[in-house]
């Protein structure tokens, strides 16, 4: 009884379900509701109908005497299909191939859908063996895929594609008729979308070895007429198909097989000649693309009609581009050709090849004053960089020709072309050296080099450098600077140091210095320092009493440059121990006031210090130099100067200056932030004990008093507070993990000193160092209790009218920055003080500039370089959370306050990234416009500065705004400051690459307003005037 | 220049560029006035693309500061050009070219002579005195065609 009613009740069920399945079907198909086949195919994939019961259902509409009707059941069916074809079985599968290869031949109407279906049909991986070929055949027979629409052709090849994945070995049994169908359906195909997926199949074709038979020509001549592609999508495409993508996926085909040559080859040839550039550079690529498949068999008949459209294209474009892709391929060619085995009998088209390319370049560089003496070279460059073989043979014809013409020739601007060339052949190439075959210069390196030494000994200044430069290739590849030479050159150098007055020789001397020190240390060591030494420690020349000026000048012209070439050299460790004493023996001298040295260059000193600890890096052993060498001198010298400076009578040190400090600080910062973690404790416990206890134990000379007492401020000496600075450098750089010892009696003593010193100098940077410490300070109760206190202590000072209001004020604006680079919850409260600081009558302006101090890096303290806590992206942060606060004041300010507003909001903008600018512009823009007609320059700059990288990639918020912004900036032109003159021009400049549209309508009125700069009276500001007005006339005009 | 087309020169000499113009203290200095000079009327025209090679007029020496004259007090301008050679069928597009450079570029008081240096060309009286004729320069940059060709020798280095 139960079992009757179970078997009752899945009978009812499946009565229902299959009512409810002719339901459907009848709704799709005549009913015309699309939304029934998703239905369907949810029910047959969670198995409440078969496909069979589907098809059964179908049974009418699918036999109707109506194409529409047919076309809809057909539709149906395919669409669930599509979803479904994973849960079908070998029988079924075959079953429904058989019906939808029937139904190709049906109504056009029902075409689409069968396509569709078979498509699906062909993602089976049951499919059974013998149906591909099957598909295929009727697919070619009775679908003529070109008179097709689009969607059905992509389907026809979507299934060639599925096909090919899955049952590669059944249609290769087709043999070639496979590759005659493909040819067959593409032929004519128009679509770039489907373009790439034929071009997908025919690719496959090559690579998966299908059978082309006969058919080779054909299949070549149905790609190849769509190279060179020239497709520009249109406007706003949303399938992103771009030229690029098409080209490579053609190219891919044409040269994936050497089969093409024959044909490809006089392709290129042909469209070589085209007029068109983008063709031009098509045809070299994939000439140079063929270059890792073909061999001399392919190429060798057609060397002499390739080279002589090469040797054209290069010699006679004008275009980078086509040079490059011209110069690519021809070293393509030659690597292809050196790679290729000779068989005994033939002749080695290399040398055939490379032959023709030395007898058509080679008599131009014996005309080194023409123009085509580049072009050839760079072709033989390219030639012999191709191949150890081809190096061999273009160096043996060119090298002793260029070296007797050097010798030979009179004329300097003739033996520097002829000495650039030669510098082209001896770049360092990849290939030779690394077999273990001799550097195929080695036979040239004698005349190479006394042909540099005789340029180095020249009076001109082209050929002395590109003398340098050459003499830098050859040092760097092996063998061919030999001691001797090396020795002599470096005499050289030294020479040229001492000698040389032409700013730019002296760069490139000191370049080369540099780059052949780091491979010859011993050699400068022993030549080139002593010799520098000697020179900026000998007293100059004295006539009569006094040295005359121009003497004295020239004097110091030595040592600076001498000063710096130490610098060059000094990128190993064995010439830093040679080169840091001679620099410390100048600080000292000019500390006593022997030898005349000046401040300008004690601090050129400073800087070439600070570059040797920066090119060092994390060198350990140079790292220890600076630590037990360098820092404490330069501290015992900066304090004893500071003492000295006490006693009015002493002697007067050029360790005293601020500029001279300033230029110690860096130094210092830079060995700190570089030291590694155990001396880096060492150096900070001396500095602390230095500068609170007075403990100078570590210092050089011991001639200190006992009682220093560096942190106390003196009301009328500023020389031993300024000394802060120092501190700063050294505790404030050193990495986060090297905690300061007694960092609290320190901050204490640095709060005190910033507030109660006089002297602006050592208050700001008592401030640095207590924002530089605090920034780094781990969170916790410590720090908390620290900023509650400094804070309440700032904000009495600021808001009552004290007379060391400014002293409270920068000590505001430094923590403000320590706290908002680590995202420090007080730093709003601080940066709200700040704001409401722009309204206020005496430091309104000062703390307008402190946004540009906030937002941008500054070089000593807080910033990365010194390990400081710096989190990312806080700039976008303070102007996200701010911007609407200060827009808000803005509005409500007086007038006349208003300036301080704008310079604060055009420092804000001026230092975010271009990327936020973009996004933030348009709710700004009516500010900044504001900004541009506000009196002060200052913002007036700012400004200009901050819009004119947004004009060259405008935001569409600028559009509506133009005729506010041109009327402003025109007004600008006549501005009493010739800096904002020029801004506004390069403005009114950058809006000129707008989309012509935008700007066509004030073209008139702008090259008309622009015809009073050309005539102003600074050239400067004509300079720009003349460029902005050039570019306005070219626009909208032909040939622009 | 492109395809088979062959130049009527295609091997010119090439001469050195002169470096930019040294700044000096007075060219910072708000109050101090900077005559037009020679200098800055070749820096105006040596910049100028060749129609032919891919070359500056300064580089092939078809412009040189020497031959340039200007007297900012009278407002005078006179500038002479030397064609590379002398049969050079460029040579009234050179002058066109100049021309309409210091047009588009020097104050308008300015009266603006271009001209070839003398005895370095064959046609030399023709093509000054189209050079001359206000009327048919205007005349020659309502040509379309010329004129695209005339823009893309000022234009800063196409491509």
């Known amino acids: ?1040 | 220049m492109s395809g088979g087309t062959r130049l009527e020169n295609a091997n010119p000499l090439v001469f050195q560029r002169s470096g930019e113009r040294l700044l000096t203290a007075t060219d910072e200095d708000e109050n101090v006035a900077d005559p037009i000079d020679d200098r800055e009327i070749f820096d105006l025209i040596r910049s100028i693309n060749d129609p032919e090679h891919p070359l500056s007029l300064e580089e092939l020496n078809v412009v040189e500061q020497l031959r340039v004259n200007v007297n900012d007090q009278d407002s005078t301008v006179a500038v002479e050009f030397t064609p590379t050679i002398p049969h050079c069928s460029m040579a009234t597009l050179i002058g066109l070219s100049i021309k309409v450079k210091l047009l588009r570029s020097l104050p308008g008081r300015f009266k603006i002579d271009v001209h070839i240096t003398p005895g370095t060309h064959a046609s030399e009286d023709a093509v000054n005195k189209q050079l001359a004729d206000k009327e048919r320069v205007a005349a020659a940059l309502e040509n379309s065609q010329l004129l695209e060709v005339v823009n893309q020798c000022l234009s800063s280095r196409a491509m």
């Open chain 1, 1 to 1040: 009884m139960r079992v009757r009613v179970k078997v009752g009740v899945a009978l009812q069920a499946m009565a229902a379900d299959s009512a409810l399945l002719l339901g459907l079907v009848e709704e799709f198909v005549t009913g015309q509701q699309d939304s029934k086949a998703e239905e369907t195919a949810t029910g047959v994939k969670n198995g409440q109908f078969t496909i069979l019961q589907l098809v059964e259902a179908l049974g009418l509409s699918l036999t109707s005497s109506e194409p529409q009707t047919r076309g809809r059941g057909v539709q149906l069916l395919s669409q669930v299909l599509q979803q479904c074809y994973g849960n079908l079985q070998e029988s079924e599968v075959e079953v429904l191939v058989t019906f939808y290869e029937n139904r190709l031949k049906d109504h056009y109407v029902i075409m689409p859908h069968v396509l569709e279906g078979l498509k699906a049909l062909t993602k089976c991986l049951v499919l059974p063996p013998g149906s591909a070929v099957s598909i295929l055949k009727s697919v070619f027979q009775d679908a003529h895929v070109q008179s097709l629409m689009l969607a059905q052709r992509s389907c026809v090849y979507c299934i060639l594609i599925n096909l090919m994945d899955s049952r590669e070995e059944e249609l290769k049994g087709l043999g070639s008729d496979f590759v005659f169908g493909f040819v067959q359906s593409m032929d004519g195909e128009r679509d770039p979308r489907n373009l790439l997926l034929a071009f997908q199949i025919a690719r496959k074709i090559i690579t998966q070895g299908y059978e082309m038979g006969k058919f080779t020509e054909e299949f070549f001549e149905v790609t190849s007429c769509y190279f060179p592609i020239d497709f520009t999508p249109p406007p706003n495409d949303p399938h992103g198909i771009t030229q690029e993508e098409l080209i490579l996926s053609l190219r891919a085909v044409l040269t994936g097989s050497q089969r093409f040559a024959e044909y490809l080859l006089p392709l290129i040839v042909e469209k070589l000649d085209s007029d068109v550039q983008s063709a031009k550079v098509d045809s070299l690529q994939t000439l140079a693309a063929c270059g890792s498949l073909y061999g001399h068999k392919e190429l060798s008949e057609f060397l002499p009609g390739l080279w002589s459209s090469l040797r054209r294209e290069v010699f006679q474009t004008a275009s980078e581009k086509v040079e490059t892709a011209g110069l690519s391929a021809v070293s393509a060619l030659v690597a292809s050709l050196s790679r290729s085995v000779l068989s005994s009998d033939s002749e080695d088209v290399l040398h055939v090849f490379l032959d023709l390319i030395l007898k058509d370049c080679l008599h131009h560089l014996a005309e080194p004053d023409l123009k085509l003496v580049w072009p050839s070279a760079k072709i033989l460059q390219a030639a012999s960089n191709a191949s150890y073989r081809a190096s061999l043979k273009v160096m043996s014809a060119v090298m002793p020709s260029l070296l007797e013409q050097y010798n030979t020739q009179t004329q300097c601007s003739q033996r520097r072309t002829l000495l650039e060339v030669l510098q082209g052949f001896v770049q360092p190439s990849l290939h030779g050296t690394e077999h273990g075959e001799d550097n195929v210069l080695v036979e040239f390196q004698k005349p190479l080099c006394s042909a540099v030494f005789s340029a180095l000994a020249e009076s001109s200044a082209g050929l002395q450098i590109t003398a340098t430069r050459l003499l830098t290739s050859l040092g760097k590849q092996s063998g061919l600077l030999p001691l001797s030479d090396l020795e002599l050159s470096v005499h050289h150098l030294t020479r040229l140091v001492l000698e040389e007055q032409d700013a730019q020789v002296s760069l490139a001397v000191m370049e080369c210095c540099g780059a052949l020190a780091y491979i010859y240390p011993e050699a400068f060591a022993m030549r080139m320092v002593p010799r520098l030494k000697e020179a900026i420690f000998s007293e100059p020349m004295v006539e009569g009493d006094r040295p005359c000026p121009s003497d004295s000048n020239s004097q110091q012209a030595v040592r600076r440059r001498c000063v710096t070439a130490l610098a060059s050299v000094s990128s190993q460790p064995s010439l830093v121990q040679e080169s840091v004493p001679v620099l410390l023996q100048i600080l000292t001298s000019a500390h006593t006031g022997r030898d005349s040295f000046s401040s300008d260059e004690v601090t050129s000193v400073c800087h070439s210090l600070q570059r040797i600890a920066e090119q060092a890096g994390q060198d350990p052993e140079v790292g220890q130099i600076f630590h037990d060498i360098v820092i404490p001198r330069l501290l015992g010298l900066a304090i004893q100067a500071a003492l000295q400076g006490e006693d009015s009578s002493g002697r007067n040190s050029l360790l005293k200056d601020e500029a001279v400090l300033s230029a110690i600080v860096p130094v210092l910062s830079a060995v700190c932030a570089r030291l590694h973690s155990e001396l880096a404790s060492l150096m900070a416990s001396r500095a602390v004990r230095l500068f609170l206890d007075g403990d100078v134990s570590f210092l050089p000379e011991n001639a200190f008093p006992s009682n220093l007492q560096l942190l106390k401020a003196h009301p009328d000496s500023c020389y031993q507070t300024r000394t802060v600075c120092l501190l700063m450098a050294c505790v404030c750089s050193l990495p986060r993990s090297v905690e300061i010892p007694e960092v609290d009696r320190l901050l204490v003593e640095l709060e005190e000193l910033s507030f109660t010193c006089l002297h602006p100098f050592s208050y700001t940077s008592a401030a640095k160092c207590f924002a530089g410490l605090i920034n780094k300070r781990p969170e916790g109760t410590a720090l908390d209790a620290m900023l509650e206190s400094t804070t309440k202590r700032l904000t009495a000072e600021v808001e009552n009218q004290s007379p060391m209001r400014m002293q409270a004020f920068t000590l505001l604006l430094w923590v403000a920055k320590a706290l908002l680079l680590r995202y420090h919850p007080l730093s709003t409260s601080l940066t709200d003080k700040l704001f409401s600081l722009l309204g206020d009558s005496e430091l309104a302006s000062h703390a307008a500039d402190g946004f540009y101090l906030l937002m941008s890096d500054s070089p000593d303290v807080l910033n990365r370089g010194c390990h400081a806590n710096v989190r990312i992206m806080y700039r976008q942060r303070f102007f996200a959370e701010n911007s609407a606060k200060l827009v808000q004041s803005f509005n409500s300010a007086v007038p006349e306050r208003k300036a301080a507003y704008l310079k604060a909001l055009s420092h804000m903008v001026n230092n975010l990234p271009k990327q936020v600018q973009l996004t933030e512009l348009p709710a700004l823009l009516p500010l900044l416009l504001e900004a541009l007609s506000c009196p002060d320059q200052g913002v007036q700059l700012s400004t200009l500065s901050c819009l004119q990288p947004v004009l060259l990639d405008p935001p569409a918020a600028l559009t509506t705004q133009l005729d506010g912004l041109v009327a402003r900036l025109l007004a600008l032109n006549s501005s009493p400051s010739m800096k904002v003159r020029i801004a506004s021009l390069r403005c009114i400049l950058a809006l000129s690459h707008l989309p012509d549209h935008l700007v066509l309508p004030f073209r008139a009125k702008i090259l008309q307003a622009l015809a009073v700069p050309l005539d102003d009276k600074k050239r400067l500001v004509r300079k720009e005037a003349v460029l902005a007005r050039g570019e306005w006339f070219l626009l909208g005009n032909p040939g622009r």
